[in-house]
């Protein structure tokens, strides 16, 4: 059998980490580190690329480039990449064959199995399109996780001895989870969550963007997507910045536009007021649900990306107290927690008698008729949210009408009144014999797992008749006989060998700086990265190649370090000058790339 390894499946950014020597280690990828972006994006020979290399290609290749799929898992929504379509569960699946590939490598043996963690609030048919995603990349998904329990077993495992109750504040790219969590002897048991599926660090950045379009007299949402996605990226870095000092200064080079803006920390709270705001609801809401109040809670973890913000950390500790607040690896908690849970599927033995139980996130109900609407059935809840898992419960229904023959059970999931705005996971519909109203029933049963999936049961109390269905229909994911077909599509597309990535990071890298610069500058990046191009295909040689990868990239992170720190977001005139004197000097090969620039390159 081979290795079970455990994978943060992220908006933004996704990692693995596996059970090894007693502890939960996490892997690194081809670039030896431990986050990959969970971008794709398609070159135009129909390679494909994921990770840095397309995170970069954002902003150079905004049209043939996608991130922020993972919100759409399960929703049938169609992406085109290439001239092809793909669903938000393919993409995912290259994401997870990367981490597969690269978690290959790193261990030196197959890896066959994944446990994935999701976001608590996803629902039915998003677990069920990562399960599909998981299959797609040739890896058995068995065991689905919520993020927040992930994270809650990776910080109980900290200090086992103790007994307690916590709060997890995991606040990501898109979304922010809050989840009470109880730990006592080995059994950690999540007991309410709550969240907010549409706040997270990119609305920071969106806020930064739109505050650089207001003085600048720019109209965000009327700009090219390119040049949003310069905005949003410049944005994201000088919010990344405050995270280390007090004031930066956020520039903008665009081909079209440039400009610059003053930020510092105070500046981010003023405008992003409103989400602090929303920061604040999930966490009242949990106690609210759990019953519980403040003084009840050791301390809140504070996991993802988002959390390293200064602002954020302020506020939290202003809002529940200083002592509360802990930040520990806030990128790698959840990953963490995974691996921990392969190693528990594993049954390894550190591991094996812990037990974390899990809950249902969401309503599960039926609806019934509504005597002041008969056009509007309302929700009728038979697993009320924040029920532990596994759980099964029963509940009657009786007819509506006089001799009535047919009874529908439609199955819903979420929590609003009216059936009709919440999401409906299919019906079962079972006869009756006719009979004034209310002398018919029903019992019915749900059954929701681990896993997420839901079997419910329908039994006529008259005739016995009974009738069982896994909710599945409403799944708008891939079919399971439908997979091969699936694989076949994503096995005819082309990668990059992995010895060649790094090559491929820094062209794409190259390429960005290329679209946000201008001018000489815009040349020169142009002509190296041409040169490059040209080692590359044409005279092949290894050692040329490694030596002038590695004079772009200190060339490129000098231009970024110059771009971020001058207030003058020209580059100098004499750019050729500026280079050579930040870069080594008497250099045989820069001699021979000007030589090749100018046509006269001989071998
Ligand atoms: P997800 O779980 O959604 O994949 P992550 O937990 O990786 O997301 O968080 C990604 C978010 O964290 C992004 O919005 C990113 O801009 C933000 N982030 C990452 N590092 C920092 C930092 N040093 N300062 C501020 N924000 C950061
Ligand atoms: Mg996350």
């Not at 749900?446 to 229909?473: A, F, H, P, W």
Request: with cysteine; aromatic share 8%.
């Amino acid at each position: 059998m081979g290795k079970i390894i455990g994978i943060d499946l992220g908006t933004t950014n996704s990692l693995a980490a596996v059970w090894q020597d007693g502890r939960s280690r996490l892997i690194p990828n081809s670039f030896g580190e431990y986050l990959t972006p969970s971008v794709v994006s398609m070159g135009e020979e129909g390679i494909v690329y994921v990770g840095k290399t397309a995170k970069e290609r954002l902003i150079s290749h905004p049209n043939r480039t996608i991130s922020v799929f993972k919100r759409f898992m399960g929703t049938g929504k169609i992406y085109e990449l290439g001239g092809k379509e793909y669903r938000a569960e393919e993409l995912s699946a290259l994401v997870l064959r990367k981490l597969k590939e690269d978690a290959e490598r790193y261990l030196g043996e197959p890896v066959e199995e994944a446990v994935v963690s999701v976001p608590a609030y996803f629902n039915d048919m998003a677990r069920k399109a990562t399960k599909a995603a998981g299959e797609l990349s040739g890896l058995q998904v068995e065991r689905i996780i919520n993020e927040p329990s992930a994270a809650a077993l990776a910080c109980h495992i900290r200090n086992r001895e103790e007994d307690e109750t916590f709060l997890v504040f995991d606040f990501g790219g898109g979304t922010l989870d809050v989840s009470l969590v109880d730990c006592f002897d080995n059994i950690i048991e999540i007991t309410a969550v709550s969240g907010d599926n549409h706040l997270g660090g990119s609305d920071f950045d969106r806020m930064i963007a739109e505050e650089f379009c207001k003085e600048h007299n720019l109209n965000f949402s009327e700009l090219s997507r390119q040049r949003q996605e310069v905005l949003l990226e410049s944005a994201a870095r000088a919010k990344c910045t405050l995270t280390e000092k007090n004031d930066t200064v956020m520039q903008v080079s665009g081909r079209e536009f440039k400009g610059q803006m003053k930020i510092n920390n105070k500046k981010l709270i003023q405008i992003s007021m409103p989400l602090f705001r929303r920061m604040a609801i999930p966490i009242k809401k949990v106690m609210y649900d759990a019953d519980k109040n403040m003084l009840e809670i050791s301390k809140i973890i504070l996991v993802g990306g988002s959390c390293k913000m200064p602002s954020v950390q302020q506020y939290l500790r202003h809002m529940e107290g200083e002592h509360k607040i802990i930040v520990a690896e806030p990128d790698y908690m959840v990953a963490l927690g995974v691996g921990i849970y392969a190693g528990i599927k594993e049954r390894k033995d550190d591991v094996k008698d812990l037990l974390l139980t899990d809950i249902c996130p969401f309503t599960l109900g039926t609806g019934i008729q509504n005597e002041a609407d008969i056009g509007r059935p309302v929700m009728s809840a038979v697993i009320e949210r924040n029920s532990a898992l596994p759980c099964s419960k029963v509940k009657r229904f009786f007819t509506a009408n006089d001799y009535q023959r047919h009874v529908k059970i439609d199955v819903y999931q979420g929590e609003e009144y009216y059936v009709d705005n919440n999401i409906c996971l299919g019906e079962i519909n079972v006869d009756v014999p006719p009979a004034p109203r209310g002398h018919e029933s029903v019992t019915v049963r749900y059954t929701y797992d681990m896993n997420g999936i839901l079997i419910v049961d329908v039994k006529v109390d008259s005739t016995k008749e009974e009738v069982q269905r896994i909710m599945t229909t409403g799944a708008d994911t891939i079919q399971p006989e439908k997979i091969e077909q699936y694989i076949e599509e994503l096995e005819k597309l082309k990668f990059y060998p992995a010895n060649q990535e790094e090559n491929q990071m820094v062209s794409a890298w190259g390429e960005r700086l290329f679209a946000q610069a201008s001018g000489v500058l815009r040349e020169e990046i142009a002509g190296r990265l041409q040169y490059f191009q040209h080692l590359l295909q044409v005279e092949q040689d290894t050692y040329k190649i490694k030596k002038w990868k590695k004079k772009l990239e200190s060339y490129f992170r000098n231009i970024e370090e110059h771009l971020r720190n001058t207030d003058v977001y020209e580059m100098p005139e004499d750019i050729d000058l500026w280079f050579r004197e930040n870069s080594d000097k008497e250099d045989e090969l820069e001699e021979e790339y000007f030589l090749w620039c100018d046509g006269h390159l001989t071998h």
